[in-house]
């Protein structure tokens, strides 16, 4: 009777880790990132700026993952501005499974003073506080913009950037994310950014990311 009490209870216990295997997200994806910027300026210098985002995926049938992001634009020059934020996001984990962080960062960015075209260089730093544990990353950028010629498309600039991601985590560089795009200004208090990303990442699941990403921006 034993035996066989014993013989249920692995079995049952297969079942439970097939099924914990079955719910393993995907190491590909499609999604489609969607973020809304609201810049309000405090003075000369500064700027308060918060942002919405929602990311759908699962080959854009789910939402992922949603976020808030509040803060502070410091531009103490015309080429350079510091940005602390404070982000709080709720994502699935690589198991598909709803959880809490908070995330403080602080950003640098300074633009190249060239006339022909537009060069920037930006620097994070940010602390993650999640479960199973804290971590920080730094990540460093650089995105080149052309402006688009007007009879084409007016008050358009087309990019392209690409971003790495040093993770504290698994103590080495994890990820990289290479985008292209266009940005167009539709008046002075509208813009919007729309283009393409592919993320390479073989530490997260899903980590290889093909993403349509839609940037709103609006300044008061």
């Known amino acids: 009777m034993l035996r066989i009490a014993g013989l249920i209870l692995i079995f049952v216990c297969g079942l439970v880790a097939a099924d914990g295997q ?3 997200q995907p190491q590909d994806d499609i999604q489609s990132w969607n ?3 609201l810049t309000v300026p405090i003075s000369k210098e500064f700027d308060f700026q918060t942002r919405v985002t929602m990311r759908f995926g699962k080959n854009i049938t789910r939402l992922n993952d949603g ?5 502070i634009v410091w531009k103490p020059t015309k080429y ?3 940005s602390p934020f404070y982000w709080f996001i ?3 984990n690589s198991r598909g499974v709803f959880n809490n962080e908070h995330r403080f960062n602080l950003s640098a960015t300074y633009k190249f003073p060239f006339k022909r075209f537009g060069l920037s260089h930006r620097s994070i730093i940010e602390r993650r506080n999640r479960q199973p544990a804290n971590t920080w990353r730094y990540r460093p950028s650089l995105t080149f913009e ?7 498309i007016p008050g358009a600039k087309f990019f392209i950037g690409d971003e790495i991601f040093y993770d504290s985590g698994v103590k080495k560089f994890s990820r990289n994310r290479f985008s292209i795009g266009i ?3 539709i008046n002075k208090n509208l813009a919007v950014d729309i283009y393409y990303m592919r ?5 997260t699941r899903p980590g290889d990311l093909n993403v349509i990403w839609v940037a709103w921006r609006i300044k008061l």
């Open 22 to 24: 079955n719910t393993l």
């Open 35 to 37: 973020d809304v910027q």
């Open 67 to 71: 976020r808030y992001q509040v803060g």
């Open 80 to 82: 350079l501005s510091i």
């Open 90 to 92: 709720r994502a699935r």
């Open 146 to 152: 052309k402006d688009i010629p007007k009879k084409i």
């Open 183 to 185: 940005n167009k200004t």
């Open 199 to 203: 993320q390479n990442d073989g530490f």
